[in-house]
């Protein structure tokens, strides 16, 4: 008697699950037939058409996507790629606030897991790669339109939409990413000149998420963070940057040289208030960790390229600059103040370090008579005679030659 029961339940447990199989590959046939209604009625302009139709579709999918029996489905998998990325399209038009939702990193992932899962099946793979080829055609078009009109802004999101959805399928669209970078650098600097910082901050964060590995716009970034004195920020921007550029000596140049131009002016701001004014000790440390920050990146960048002529400048400025302002330190002392000896200490050794990255950048502007002027000086500062003269009659030589309409120096 229990064999018999037991013999009923298996069979009525095999009927189950087959209804429910059956039932499930109605709702991935059924969610076909909805996305195919979608992209007509999108295209024709008929939003509200077109939303209905992806709703509906995503009511047969996601059941289907859940179910143990179409969970791995090719069929199932490729469908449910296109209804939320037509979820995704949607949510960027006007009018469909609803949608936003979708604009997360777990939407974007599961579109690219189940698209992948598609396009490495054999029945599907011509599907995906028709699906893409349409969107990027769409997508490059619009961007191309948008920017025509000055609209950087969405032509970025037209380029850089068309370059990630070939990504999903493992092609590098290097002419997409460089227009898509192009338009972003333009709606940066409209961003700038119409005063809307923090949007064009909030803009160069979203682009990071894409292009992480951008120099050019982290650098946007931290002038900008720079500008609204918030340093925090802009050391974000740069930190995020050098950790995707290691070897980037452009990066680590730039960085150095706005933590130059920071720590200058956090200095002129020091030299106008007293030493026993509230705030001082902090102030001067400040000065203090900017000029470190920017010694240490220009030397990075000449670690990473030891030719590198902007890092080499900046350094030799940096140095020749702390080593002026030592020096003038020291001569406001009383000669029997004991912090006397160590600032002028201090001061030559600064002017010793300016040397070997301005014979970096001399070696490549050999003819800079502002440069060779400065390195005849320091040599002298620092008692080099015969390096010195060397210099000096160079600086001369390279002097006469401008007047005569030689080669211009600096």
């Not at 894409?210 to 004195?229: S, Y």
């Amino acid at each position: 008697m229990k064999l018999i029961n037991i013999k009923v339940a298996l069979v009525g447990a095999s009927m189950l699950l087959g209804v429910q199989m059956k039932a499930q590959n109605s709702n991935v046939v059924s969610a076909a037939l909805e996305f195919k209604k979608y992209t007509p009625a999108l295209f024709t302009g008929n939003v509200d058409e077109a939303k209905e139709a992806i709703m509906n579709a995503k009511e047969f999918i996601d059941p289907a996507m859940k179910h143990e029996s179409t969970k791995d489905d090719e069929k199932a998998h490729y469908y449910n790629a296109v209804i939320y990325f037509g979820l995704l399209e949607l949510s960027g038009l006007e009018g469909n606030e609803d949608l936003k939702d979708f604009q997360n990193e777990e939407t974007m992932d599961m579109i690219k897991e189940s698209m992948l899962i598609a396009y490495n099946s054999r029945k599907y793979k011509r599907d995906v790669e028709d699906f893409i080829d349409q969107r990027v055609q769409l997508a490059n078009m619009s961007g191309k339109a948008a920017f025509d009109k000055g609209d950087y802004k969405t032509a970025y999101q037209g380029f850089a939409g068309a370059y990630e959805l070939q990504k999903m399928i493992g092609v590098e669209d290097e002419e997409m990413k460089t227009n898509a970078l192009i338009s972003a650098k333009n709606a940066v600097a409209t961003m700038k000149k119409s005063g809307e910082a923090e949007e064009a901050l909030e803009f160069i964060e979203s682009t990071r998420e894409m292009f992480p590995k951008n120099a050019v716009l982290a650098i946007e970034g931290v002038n900008i963070a720079l500008d609204n004195g918030d340093m925090d920020r802009a050391e974000e921007f740069f930190n995020t940057a050098a950790e995707a550029n290691p070897e980037n000596e452009v990066l680590f140049s730039s960085m150095g040289s706005i933590y130059l131009s920071s720590a200058d002016k956090a200095y002129a701001e020091l030299n106008e208030m007293e030493v026993t004014d509230d705030g001082y000790p902090e102030k001067a440390a400040k000065v203090e960790e900017l000029y470190k920050k920017a010694e240490d990146n220009l030397k990075k960048a000449l670690e990473i390229n030891p030719e590198f002529l902007d890092a080499a400048y900046n350094l030799g400025v940096l140095y020749l600059g702390r080593g002026e302002k030592l020096s003038l330190k020291a001569s406001q002392m009383d000669f029997n103040d004991p912090q006397y000896e160590p600032t002028m200490k201090k001061s030559e050794e600064m002017y010793k370090n300016a040397i070997a990255p301005l014979e970096v950048y001399i070696k490549q502007e050999p003819n800079s008579v502002g440069v060779l002027t400065v390195l005849f000086q320091v040599h002298r500062k620092v008692g080099n005679v015969e390096k010195f003269k060397e210099y000096k009659q160079r600086a001369e030589e390279a002097a006469a030659a401008q007047e005569g309409g030689g080669e211009d120096g600096e």
